[in-house]
């Protein structure tokens, strides 16, 4: 079975389905909104960076270059890595904020 959540992107107000199986990055692509920069997608470049702010969820391997441990503890996450338990809020932080923020001036 391969349930699926409710993601919650704070910063457009927007949602989007994520099954368990699937990284909350790539149904963010799926979303096929302009501004969700096309990065390493294997936790190794930082350009996914979120702040999960409510709910639970699994993750892999992160690079600590780009995700420091206490950062883990505060709920940041390399969207890349993320795969959803339930439904999720999720905050983009730099340089996903940025990229989104600015597309979203220009909509
Ligand atoms: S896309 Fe590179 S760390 Fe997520």
């Known amino acids: 079975m391969n349930t699926k ?4 992107l704070a910063i ?3 949602h989007y389905v ?7 990055l790539r149904a963010m692509e799926a979303l096929g909104r ?3 920069p096309i990065g390493c997608r294997n936790g190794g470049c930082g350009l996914c960076k979120v702040r999960i702010t409510e709910g639970e969820f699994a993750h ?3 690079s600590r ?3 420091s441990e206490s950062e ?4 940041v996450v390399l969207a890349c890595r993320v795969f ?3 439904d999720l809020a999720i905050e983009p932080l730099a340089p996903l904020a940025r990229c989104i923020n600015r597309h979203k001036a220009q909509a």
Do not use: W
Not at 5 to 8: D, M, P, Q, R, V
Not at 18 to 24: F, G, N, T, Y
Not at 72 to 75: I, K, N
């Open 72 to 75: 883990e503890h505060d709920g």
């Open 65 to 67: 270059a780009f995700v």
């Open 60 to 62: 892999s391997k992160m």
């Open 18 to 24: 994520c099954a368990e199986s699937q990284d909350v």
């Open 84 to 86: 959803p338990r339930g």
């Open 5 to 8: 959540h409710a993601i919650h």
């Open 12 to 14: 457009t107000g927007e």
């Open 34 to 36: 302009r501004g969700i």
